[in-house]
Nanobody, 119 residues
Framework: QVQLVESGGGLVQTGGSLRLSCAAS????????MGWYRQFPGKLRELVAT???????NSADSVKGRFTISRDNAKNTVSLEINSLKPEDTAVYYC?????????????WGQGTQVTVSS
């Protein structure tokens, strides 16, 4: 089992910046990929950015250039730096981790943190 705890969400004005952080605990040795997803009201959860333990990153086109993911394998944390925030970035942001096991893989999720961008 892996537990993910997020912090750093809140209310920010358009053009502002925010940093989200996530700390993993539990069976951390099994984690390969960590990252962030977001969910807009009435929509499915969607990819923001992820990073593997080897440093390979993947991010949505809509956030490239404004969102930066960083991972600290030694501390079992992943962060998301968000710049030039827009009202359309308003969503619940979820920390994500994928663990690899002998029989397959399993996805873990944090409780979510609300990011609200005022116009």
């Amino acid at each position: 089992q892996v537990q993910l705890v997020e912090s750093g969400g809140g209310l920010v004005q358009t053009g502002g910046s925010l940093r989200l952080s996530c700390a993993a605990s539990g069976s951390i040795f099994s984690i390969n990929t960590m990252g962030w997803y977001r969910q807009f009201p009435g929509k499915l959860r969607e990819l923001v950015a992820t990073e593997t333990s080897g440093g390979t990153t993947n991010s949505a086109d809509s956030v490239k250039g404004r969102f930066t993911i960083s991972r600290d394998n030694a501390k079992n944390t992943v962060s998301l730096e968000i710049n030039s925030l827009k009202p359309e970035d308003t969503a619940v942001y979820y920390c994500y981790a994928r663990s690899d096991y002998e029989m397959g893989w399993y996805d873990y999720w944090g409780q979510g943190t609300q990011v609200t961008v005022s116009s």
